[in-house]
Structures are given as structure tokens and as C-alpha cells.
């Protein structure tokens, strides 16, 4: 295990990297995990050529060849509608705790009508005092390194709509009711105990909230998520693909939205620059990803963006969409009642 080389080793034969990458390779590991690896295992080489510079005397940066991550697909977007009723779906389902559909619901809110965030960036680095009216600020919190981790394009502030800060704020109002007023430096959506919200202690009475981690995401995604948009693609004119939407698509549906918004297209074109920086990517990236989005409404009206989320919702409460029930199932339910019985009674 590469793990267990010693740096003096590293320093006497840089080959064993090479290997390593070939090993990675031929193990069938995928293009995107082993970018994850290497650049791990590059940063930790680069931190230990600054701390143990006698025991690693060679820069071994220029030898790691990280495996290109082309995109496979075109970014999918729905709509504020379908995103409307994916939080109508969230927030009818059987919970043990009436705080969790409503921390559920804010959370696709927050990614789906915030222009733009990452869940990283959500679950990591946005906290209480972070959140605005109209803004959410996403930067990296003071005293440790490692909280920031969520910040993949470095610090800024995103555009928070009305649809997203309604949501949060009933998600606060509910958590402060259950667990008394919560600190300015907690995270939004802090990982949940019994007790509230948890926290790390650090010592000399210091401690630092603690987010959710990668297993606590994954579930929620499977065990929520994925539940909630298969019912929300069953609603009268939901969009096209809907059932298939990732949770990171909220984000790309924030800024699709944006992109034929009055925000973007003004009387001389498009002013991708405030965009670009709402969202974290420069210009030239953001063309490169949404290319289709932009051409798909080329020469269409602009939608004013707010007042097109607020329909949205409005729609959705007025006409409330709940799945039917499915008759074959109770049919077939009865059928093996009635064989069990009949068993028993010939018995």
C-alpha cells in the first residue's frame, strides 16, 4: 500500500508513483475516482515535501498525469414547477419528526432556487449568520482548514430567491420551537441527534458544528430524494425527465432559469458575467456547460425569475397532486388473503 511508503523511499525511486497510477488503472477503477486519488495523494506529497523537506527531496508534482473528466452528458434542467412539486412530494411523506420534511424540503429549495450553490457548499460552509434575504453568502469559516472543503470554487455569494428563503426560514422557525434559538455560527442544515443539532466539542470550550457526512448524504438522496421526484414526475405537466433528475440537477436548474431570466438577457443580449460569478464559474465555462440551455431559448421573451418561482408555487398549492393509490396491489393483497384462508380452513 502506498500508504505505508516511507518518503525517504519516495525520494530514492519517484517511480513508485508511476506504478501506482498504472495500478489504479488496471484495477478498473473509474477515470473520476482515480482524479480524486491522485490529487489526494498529491496534496499530501506537497504537504509533506514542506514539512519534511529532508526526508522528500524531490518535487514529485510533475509526475502525477491526472485522467481528464470529459462530461457525458448534457447538464438536464426542469423547471421551477417540477421543482415545486418535488418539495410538495418531500413534504408529504410519513415522517417520525415533523421538523424532518420541512429540513428536507428547504434543502431542495435552497439547491433549486438558490442561483447557484452545491450541496457541498450548503451541508459545509453556509451557516445562520450567512443567510440574507436575497443572498447566501458561501465562503470558508475561520479557525479550520478542513471546513473548507465544500467551497470548490473558493468563496462568494449567491442570488437566494423567495421560494428558497421561505423554505429555510420555516425550517428555523420549526427547529428553534424544538431545540431553543440556534447559534449564529451553525450550519443551515447541521447534522440532526435526538437532542438537536450536534456539535463537536474541541476543548477549552470550543466546539464547531458538525455536517452531514458522505454516508448521511448518500441515504438521504436514496431514501428521499429519489422517492420524492418519481412521485413529482407523475403530476399533470410535469417536465420531461424528471423521474431520472439527480440532486445536483437543482443547481443546474437554478441556472438554466437565471439564463433566460431578465437577470441574464437584457435589450443588447446576454450579460453572463453577474451569472458566472452568482455560480461560481468563470465566463468561458459557464458557455461550455449550458451552451444547449442558451441556445434552447435563443430569441425567446425573458422570464422576470421571481415572479415565475412564485407561479410555480402558487400552482402547486392550489392544485395539489397526490399519487393514486394502486388498486392492483390491494387486489392482489386480498386474492392471497383469501388463499391463506381457504389453506387454513381446508386444513
Known amino acids: 500500500s502506498i500508504a505505508r511508503v516511507r518518503l525517504e523511499r519516495l525520494s530514492r525511486d519517484p517511480s513508485i508513483i508511476m506504478r501506482f497510477q498504472d495500478e489504479l488503472a488496471a484495477a478498473g477503477v473509474t477515470a473520476s475516482n482515480r482524479a480524486q486519488v491522485l490529487k489526494t495523494l498529491r496534496a499530501v506529497l506537497r504537504w509533506g515535501r514542506r514539512r519534511h523537506p529532508n526526508a522528500l ?31 410538495e412530494a418531500v413534504l408529504r411523506r410519513e415522517a417520525r419528526n415533523d421538523l424532518l420534511p420541512l429540513r428536507d424540503a428547504a434543502f431542495i429549495a435552497a439547491m433549486g432556487f438558490t442561483v447557484a450553490a452545491r450541496p457541498s457548499e450548503w451541508l459545509h460552509s453556509a451557516r445562520w449568520r450567512d443567510v440574507h434575504e436575497h443572498s447566501v453568502e458561501l465562503q470558508r469559516p475561520q479557525g479550520r482548514e478542513e471546513e473548507g472543503v465544500g467551497l470548490k470554487t473558493g468563496a462568494r455569494a449567491a442570488l437566494l430567491l423567495p421560494n428558497a428563503t421561505e423554505r429555510i426560514d420555516a425550517y428555523r422557525r420549526k427547529l428553534e420551537a424544538e431545540f431553543g434559538p440556534q447559534p449564529q455560527d451553525a450550519l443551515v442544515f447541521q447534522s440532526l441527534g435526538e437532542e438537536g443539532p450536534l456539535w463537536e466539542d474541541r476543548g477549552e470550550g470550543k466546539r464547531t458544528p458538525v455536517p452531514w457526512s458522505d454516508n448521511e448524504y448518500k441515504r438521504w438522496t436514496a431514501r428521499i430524494w ?122
Open 57 to 87: 527531496t524531490v518535487e514529485l508534482s510533475g509526475l502525477f498525469e491526472i485522467p481528464p473528466q470529459r462530461v457525458k452528458r448534457l447538464a438536464y434542467a426542469a423547471d421551477a414547477y417540477g421543482l415545486e412539486r418535488i418539495v
Open 226 to 347: 429519489r422517492p420524492a421526484r418519481e412521485t413529482a414526475a407523475k403530476a399533470p405537466a410535469a417536465p420531461a425527465g424528471l423521474d431520472g433528475m439527480r440532486f445536483y440537477d437543482c443547481r443546474h436548474t437554478a441556472i438554466s432559469l437565471a439564463l433566460h431570466s431578465t437577470l441574464v438577457v437584457g435589450p443588447y443580449g446576454m450579460n453572463l458575467h453577474n451569472l458566472a460569478a452568482w455560480a461560481g464559474h468563470d465566463v468561458q465555462t459557464l458557455q461550455r456547460y449550458y451552451a444547449h440551455v442558451i441556445a434552447r431559448y435563443q430569441g425567446r421573451e425573458p422570464i422576470d425569475l421571481e415572479r415565475e418561482c412564485s407561479e410555480a408555487r402558487s400552482v402547486v398549492a392550489a392544485e395539489p397532486f397526490k399519487p393514486p393509490t394502486k388498486k392492483r396491489a390491494r387486489k392482489r393483497q386480498r386474492a392471497e388473503r383469501g388463499r391463506r384462508a381457504a389453506g387454513r380452513g381446508s386444513r
